[in-house]
């Protein structure tokens, strides 16, 4: 079965830094992988995805991702962090890859970003 | 485009209550899901329709959980009877078969007391 791992409950950042949130897969076949960012008392929003292509995945409010074959990671970054990018973020995987769009999500993540 | 509406955005209700959650799905889309979150659990897929039809509903907790997808626009999750084990945001989402992005409603809030 597909399956994501968040390896961290919170990470914090000071606004302005750069900023990573880690996300690890296991997948059969070709990953389908997403990031949703929730904010609270709201609606997971879509952030962006990895289907195929570039490895380095763009997406909404500045974030982008890498997709790592080698080391099946599909970190999420920021070069400056604002204070309003506190939240918390989910990764996903697509299950089965090729099927179904089905998602099965990690733990999440919850970022803080100090002024 | 308005997104996946849900309704109610939050509900008090005593135990053995009955509880109906409903959601409206983007429209022209075909696939909706049922999530429950929880701090203990985080987000659980509950039950999965494509094209009306339940297709995965490995999810749904117990007997006392059912879904129905009566037609391309609406879509109802109810517990009855309810307990306070079932507090949570319960979210539905949507897609279409062609894209790979789900959308998620703004969730009902749950509280059995």
């Known amino acids: 079965a597909q399956s994501v791992a968040q390896p961290e409950d919170q990470v914090n950042v000071a606004e302005g830094n750069p900023l990573t949130v880690k996300c690890t897969y296991s997948v059969s076949g070709n990953p389908y992988l997403f990031w949703y960012v929730q904010y609270p008392n709201r609606g997971l929003q879509f952030l962006l995805k990895?289907?195929?292509?570039?490895?380095l995945v763009k997406g909404s409010y500045g974030f982008e991702a890498e997709f790592n074959k080698s080391q099946t990671s599909f970190h999420l970054k920021k070069p400056s962090a604002l204070v309003s990018d506190s939240a918390l973020y989910f990764c996903?995987?697509?299950?089965?890859?090729?099927?179904?769009?089905?998602?099965?999500f990690g733990a999440g993540t919850r970022l803080a970003v100090h002024p | 485009d308005a997104g996946v509406i849900q309704s109610p955005r939050h509900e008090v209700t005593e135990m053995g209550q009955e509880v109906t959650l409903r959601c409206k799905p983007i429209?022209?889309?075909?696939?909706l899901f049922w999530y429950r979150q929880t701090m203990m659990r985080g987000l659980e897929l509950l039950i999965y329709f494509n094209n009306n039809v339940p297709i995965d509903d490995s999810g749904m907790p117990e007997d006392r959980f059912s879904a129905k997808m009566p037609n391309a626009s609406f879509s109802t999750l109810k517990i009855q009877p309810s307990e306070p084990r079932d507090s949570a945001v319960y979210f539905c989402?949507?897609?279409?078969?062609?894209?790979?992005?789900?959308?998620f409603g703004e969730g009902s809030w749950l509280t059995v007391v």
């Open positions: 996903a995987v697509r299950d089965p890859p090729g099927g179904y769009n089905k998602l099965i």
């Open positions: 989402a949507s897609t279409i078969d062609s894209g790979n992005t789900i959308y």
């Open positions: 990895y289907i195929t292509g570039d490895n």
């Open positions: 429209s022209g889309h075909n696939s």
